[in-house]
C-alpha cells in the first residue's frame, strides 16, 4: 500500500535531483578539448622514457604541461629523471611557468611569473642556477614547439633553465636550437613535430612521436 504523499515525494526528489545534475552533465560536455601529443625517448635505439605533451584552450587562456620519465642504466652511466612543466598563457602571453624535477640527483624547480611589465625568474636546477627578470612578454615556449612549427621565430624560452634557445631553420620543416653550447633538432612534417634529437656528449637522446 502506498503512503499519501509518496508518489508525489518521489517525483518532487527525482525533479530536485535531475536539476542539481543537468548543470553538472553540460559542464562536463562543454569542456575545452585537450590535445595530445605522445613521445618514445630513446637512447643508442633503446626505449628509456616517455614524454607527453598536452594543450587546452579556454577562450584566451592556455593550459599546458611538458611532462617526461627518463630511466637510463647504461654500465657507469645511471639517469632517472622525471620533470613536468605547466605553463598558463593568456591571449598568447606567457603568464606563469612551473617546473619541478625530481631525479637521482635530488629535486629541483624553476618559476617564471609575470609581474604585470616584467618576469620574475628563478631557476633551480641540476648544476644550473638563474635569478633574474625580463621585460618583453613572452609569446613563444619550448613547449609550443610540440604544437607547430617555429617558423620565423627566431627564439624560444626554455623553462627549464629561465632562458632562451635561439632558433634557425636548417631545412623544410628541421630548425636548430642552441643555448650556452647545447644544441637539439626538431623536426615537423606537415606541421606535426616528429622527432627531436638532443646531442649529448655521451649518447644523444631521440624523442620520437608515437603513432
Known amino acids: 500500500m502506498t503512503r499519501p504523499g509518496c508518489r508525489g515525494g518521489v517525483v518532487v526528489v527525482g525533479a530536485v535531483m535531475g536539476l542539481l545534475a543537468g548543470p553538472a552533465r553540460l559542464r562536463a560536455q562543454s569542456a575545452p578539448p585537450v590535445e595530445t601529443r605522445r613521445y618514445a625517448i630513446e637512447v643508442a635505439g633503446l626505449r628509456v622514457g616517455t614524454m607527453t605533451a598536452t594543450r587546452q584552450a ?19 652511466y645511471h639517469l632517472k629523471v622525471y620533470y613536468q612543466v605547466v605553463n598558463r598563457s593568456r591571449n598568447g602571453q606567457l603568464l606563469l611557468s612551473t617546473v619541478k624535477a625530481h631525479t637521482n640527483q635530488g629535486d629541483f624547480a624553476s618559476r ?28 613563444y615556449t619550448v ?18 633553465f629561465g632562458d632562451f634557445f635561439s632558433l634557425s631553420p636548417t631545412a623544410p620543416g ?38
Do not use: C
Request: glycine share 8%.
Open 58 to 76: 579556454n577562450g584566451p587562456e592556455v593550459l599546458t604541461t611538458l611532462t617526461s620519465d627518463v630511466q637510463v642504466n647504461f654500465l657507469l
Open 112 to 139: 617564471t611569473e609575470w609581474q604585470g611589465d616584467h618576469y620574475v625568474i628563478v631557476a633551480n636546477q641540476y648544476k644550473h642556477q638563474y635569478r633574474g627578470t625580463e621585460a618583453q612578454p613572452i609569446t
Open 143 to 160: 613547449s609550443d614547439q610540440f604544437f607547430g612549427e617555429p617558423g620565423r621565430r627566431g627564439r624560444a624560452y626554455a623553462e627549464y
Open 174 to 211: 628541421a630548425y636548430r636550437a642552441e643555448r650556452a653550447g647545447r644544441e637539439d633538432e626538431y623536426h615537423y612534417s606537415g606541421g606535426q613535430l616528429v622527432t627531436i634529437i638532443k646531442k649529448n656528449p655521451l649518447k644523444n637522446f631521440v624523442i620520437r612521436l608515437l603513432p
